[in-house]
């Protein structure tokens, strides 16, 4: 079970080493201006290799637990499917039901560990395959790996590096368990710590917060739901900023004003040091440089970034953000 592109090379690898009896993803859903049905990338993998597919709106249907059951499946696999699975489907197979969670159990339970960890300053995190509850990432853990976060890695970056340790994670811990040989280490749960469903306005800028901050906020937001700020009521999308220190001139400039202009950037004083803006989208336009913008868009200093979104505009949000 899994559906987006995070499982996908947990598929490629079990579609190589066992015998997949049915692929379990989310419905396909309306997507773009034109409102056409979008597949989930599970999905069409599966259609590509010829895979037995099962996309339900709900898997608490009856006869979606009867098909499953009618497998009789020896191993349930989840990787990011999106959604709780049912005690009655986790109780269907004969070895149970594993899933592998991108961030080191039991820190970062929940939709979005990958984008906190990035916001939260870790210098590391990891992927944990463990056996399914009905409590969320609560299982016992099978299998454990720490991974490096990069110092200016990006959450989709990071993630698909997490995604290719997490295949090579699950099909391990297939064959342990295939064997008789799977370790099961209960999780501390005084320790555990939950993230929820990202929403869109958590990528929006607060110049109050230090600038370190702000900079890592930037790289957790990318790609979905993007970190954000307004110029004159207009959204200005951040896609690659620089904190640095702080400047004598920025001192007096309260946070979210513009300080400096130049080939390098634009400098914006925070609540603590100053963010250089490198590459930046205006609302309806393409990525360009941030000195390219000003550029075009007359970017002065002393003008104050900020504030409320203009009547009539809206943001492009991704359809199923969050993990």
């Known amino acids: 079970m899994g559906t987006p592109e995070f499982a996908l090379p947990a598929l490629r690898a079990l579609a190589k080493a066992v015998r997949v009896v049915l692929v379990v993803t989310q419905p396909d859903r309306p997507a773009g201006r034109g409102r056409r049905l979008n597949s989930p990338p ?3 993998f599966a259609r590509e290799r010829g895979l037995p597919l099962l996309q339900p709106p709900s898997l608490r249907r009856p ?35 594993i899933n592998a969670h991108p961030s080191l159990l039991p820190a970062y339970r929940g939709a979005a560990p990958v ?24 299982g016992d853990i099978i299998l454990q790996e720490r991974v490096p976060i990069g110092p200016e890695e990006t959450a989709g970056e990071l993630e698909r590096r997490l995604a290719d340790v997490a295949a ?15 370790p099961r280490r209960p999780q501390d749960h005084s320790a555990a710590t939950y993230v929820g469903r990202l929403r ?17 906020l930037v790289r957790a937001m990318d790609p979905w739901p993007s970190a954000y700020t307004f110029r004159g009521g207009r959204q200005v999308t951040l896609w690659r900023v620089r904190a640095e220190p702080q400047v004598s001139s920025a001192a007096e400039w309260e946070p979210g004003t513009v300080v ?5 950037g634009i400098l914006i004083a925070t609540g603590r040091g100053v963010l250089r803006l490198l590459e930046v989208q205006p609302a309806g336009g393409k990525r360009m440089s941030a000195a390219a913008f000003a550029r075009g868009h007359r970017v002065r200093p002393g003008e104050r970034w900020g504030g409320a979104e203009a009547p009539g505009d809206s943001a492009t949000l991704w359809p199923g953000g969050g993990g």
């Open 42 to 44: 599970v999905a069409r």
């Open 63 to 97: 006869e979606v637990v009867r098909a499953l059951a009618a497998l009789q499946p020896d191993l349930l696999v989840t990787a990011a499917y999106g959604r709780i699975i049912p005690e009655e489907i986790l109780a269907l197979p004969r070895w149970g039901a």
């Open 115 to 138: 984008q906190r960890a990035i916001a939260d300053g870790l210098t590391e995190t990891g992927v944990t395959v463990l056996y399914q509850t009905a409590e969320l990432d609560a």
């Open 168 to 182: 090579r994670l699950l099909l391990d811990a297939v064959r342990l368990i295939a064997e008789g040989r799977a």
């Open 200 to 216: 869109k306005e958590d990528g929006r800028i607060d110049w109050a917060r230090p600038a370190e901050e702000i900079a890592r």
């Open 260 to 264: 400096d202009v130049s080939r390098e």
